[in-house]
């Protein structure tokens, strides 16, 4: 199908792993990527796998890509209040290189 | 400016009525997208321009859509006779070229009553 998809809910207790999953479609997108958007903000780029890589760390972030299930996830490391928002997966796809976007994971971090 | 532009910040018009979205993207970004998020959903894609041409507007959902870009800089998404169902917010992107970054604006909140 053209969906990508994502888990709709994720609750964890500050301090603890989240990990939020996505499965996609297009075997031939070149970038995979994870946006955050917070109540009333715009969409934040948070971190981008290129297709030939498995894994990417970036200070708490990681993301691992398993490109024959065509499975991605992203691991927030020591989960804070401040990363509670909706997290996006995205694929870019054709030759304009437009985004695909996923359904979203409403993150909830808890004290 | 620094970042992505979009004005107005929110919009509330009535059924039937035309509407025009702005965008400002980046100084220098060639590329230029328009993305519809309605509630509870993500960003779905409806336009592209690069430069002054729509390379890929395979996303706008009816003719009653349509987006220009004159001179390749300032966009303008164009809605005729709204529908309750265009209600939205609008996101506008720029990149400076392909593989780049894409920087988003706040979007444009659209109620139509």
């Known amino acids: 199908g053209e969906d990508v998809e994502q888990s709709l809910f994720l609750s964890v207790r500050e301090g603890d792993s989240s990990v939020i999953n996505c499965t996609y479609t297009d075997s031939s997108s070149t970038y995979l990527y994870w946006y955050k958007q917070e109540p009333g903000a715009g969409l934040q780029l948070l971190t981008y796998?290129?297709?030939?890589?498995d894994m990417k760390q970036d200070q708490r972030l990681t993301v691992l890509l398993n490109k024959k299930d065509k499975h991605l996830s992203l691991r927030i490391a020591d989960t804070q209040t401040g990363d509670s928002a909706i997290y996006f997966c995205?694929?870019?796809?054709?030759?304009?290189?437009?985004?695909?976007f996923g359904t979203g994971t409403r993150l909830q971090v808890f004290p | 400016g620094a970042g992505v532009s979009q004005t107005p910040s929110n919009k509330v018009t009535e059924k039937g009525k035309y509407v025009e979205l702005r965008c400002d993207p980046i100084s220098g970004h060639t590329a230029l997208y328009w993305y519809r998020q309605s509630l509870g959903q993500g960003p779905e894609f409806l336009i592209y321009f690069q430069g002054t041409g729509a390379a890929d507007d395979s996303g706008l959902p009816n003719d009653r859509f349509f987006a220009v870009r004159p001179e390749g800089s300032v966009s303008t998404l164009k809605i005729q006779r709204t529908e309750r169902g265009d209600s939205a917010v609008y996101l506008c992107?720029?990149?400076?070229?392909?593989?780049?970054?894409?920087?988003f604006g706040q979007g444009t909140r659209l109620t139509v009553v």
């Open positions: 995205a694929e870019s796809r054709g030759l304009s290189d437009k985004l695909i």
């Open positions: 796998i290129f297709s030939n890589m």
């Open positions: 992107a720029s990149r400076k070229e392909m593989n780049t970054e894409a920087f």
